[in-house]
């Protein structure tokens, strides 16, 4: 009998002994993570902005706003407008008219990325995967006018158009 105890005992403590080891948890601080908290945005670095009336910063949103006369510079990308909001946080810039001491809306965005030229009423262009939302264009490709009441480009070879006008030059 009692070498049954004893057998029972040393396996008991060879089992608690194996529990104990695998209990142990030490956690490491990952020495390559990255705080995304901290992480200044890239548009910033690479991005010229001008405006011949204001510009303000709006840091609590992460906004620019320019206005009269504002321009924006970004590789191949030129656009101009008299209101142009950039957020520089999800790389979006949203473009549009202003409106004079009379109510008069003027100073129409003009937004041009190579040799494409396009003339709307606003637009809405993400940076990162180059979409655009574009109200009331009027463009030219190949000697043919493109207008549209709503233009949403995909990519630069995929558009769709809203109420779209093909017309002759002219």
């Not at 790389?91 to 001491?101: E, K, L, M, P, Q």
Request: proline letters at 2%; zero cysteines; hydrophobic letters at 35%.
């Amino acid at each position: 009998m009692k070498k049954k105890y004893l057998t029972f005992f040393i396996i008991f403590i060879f089992l608690g002994l194996n529990l104990t080891y695998s209990q142990e948890n030490d956690k490491f601080q990952d020495s390559l993570s990255i705080d995304k908290e901290n992480k200044k945005p890239v548009l910033l670095d690479n991005i010229k902005y001008d405006a011949s009336d204001s510009i303000r910063i709006d840091q609590k949103n992460n906004k620019i706003f320019l206005y009269n006369n504002a321009k924006i510079e970004y590789g191949d990308i030129l656009l101009t407008s008299g209101l142009i909001i950039l957020d520089y946080k999800e790389n979006i810039v949203t473009a549009g008219r202003i409106a004079d001491s009379k109510g008069v809306l003027s100073q129409y965005p003009t937004f041009k990325q190579g040799s494409n030229i396009v003339n709307p009423d606003s637009i809405k262009y993400n940076f990162d995967n180059q979409k655009a939302l574009i109200w009331n264009s009027k463009s030219e490709e190949n000697g043919m006018n493109i207008l549209s009441s709503l233009t949403k480009k995909q990519n630069d070879s995929v558009y769709y158009l809203k109420d779209g006008k093909v017309t002759t030059g002219g």
